[in-house]
């Protein structure tokens, strides 16, 4: 699904946000991006949706080399892969139907299919009963949940976040945590950003850490390295 080989990342200002970072992601996994503040997650989420092009090596998306890939070409990669961000993003200025719309209005779907899937998506997030409120009157929370259901409104394989429980309190973190988890579970690719190790290791996933650029570990799940010691014992 994602591949990064000898990927690095050079501003013109001449900082260097990625050194020679390699990983896989495989179809179906759910992957936590970790490190500290300024340690690259942000500028290898937005190579993964060309917002920015590597300086050297080559991302791959689902087979397709992105540093090659023609600017023309690029919506259509967005279309496939949901992205959610920390600050929500949202229109403030639309209600909460008309924000997660926006993707499928922009596609060209016809309105009566346009309804069905933004009204599905808003239930699947429990926000079935909002969708005539601007987000002004919703909770931080609950503005999560819009950015959520707008990222999966089109049904992507590849779903992408960035630090998305960064501005909630634990007992929600967990709940829009949970709400990844099963999206994961009906085949969507995860890939989250997030500095919050307590939580993350709470989730016992695979982790990507990150320092300075750099990919200075690479974590499998608990379940798996105890699964490794006792087959050699």
């Known amino acids: 699904m994602i591949r990064f080989d000898q990927v690095s990342k050079r501003y013109p200002e001449g900082r260097e946000a990625l050194s020679r970072v390699n990983f896989d992601i495989p179809a179906g996994d759910m992957v936590f991006l970790t490190g500290k503040s300024g340690a690259g997650k942000s500028t290898l989420l937005k190579l993964i949706i060309v917002m920015e092009r590597a300086s050297q090596g080559q991302v791959f998306v689902q087979g397709t080399n ?3 890939l023609a600017r023309r070409n690029i919506p259509a990669i967005r279309r496939d892969i949901g992205v959610v961000f920390q600050n929500h993003q949202l229109l403030f200025d639309r209600t909460v139907f008309e924000n997660v719309a926006l993707p499928l209005t922009i596609a060209g779907y016809q309105p009566r299919e346009v309804g069905r899937r933004v009204r599905a998506a808003l239930a699947k997030v429990g926000l079935g009963d909002k969708e005539k409120q601007l987000p ?8 999560q949940r819009v950015g959520i259901a707008r990222a999966v409104v089109n049904k992507p394989s590849l779903l992408l976040a960035d630090e998305p429980t960064g501005n909630l309190d634990p ?3 967990a709940e829009i945590m949970n709400l990844f988890e099963q999206f994961n579970q009906v085949g969507v690719t995860v890939l989250i ?9 709470r989730m016992n996933r695979r982790q990507l850490l990150l320092h300075e650029g750099r990919l200075l570990e690479d974590r499998p799940p608990a379940t798996l390295v105890a699964t490794d010691l006792r087959g050699g014992l």
């Open 171 to 173: 007992g929600l973190s």
């Open 66 to 68: 992105l540093n090659r």
């Open 136 to 143: 002004i009157a919703l909770s931080g929370g609950e503005q």
């Open 193 to 201: 950003a997030s500095h919050d190790l307590a939580l993350i290791n």
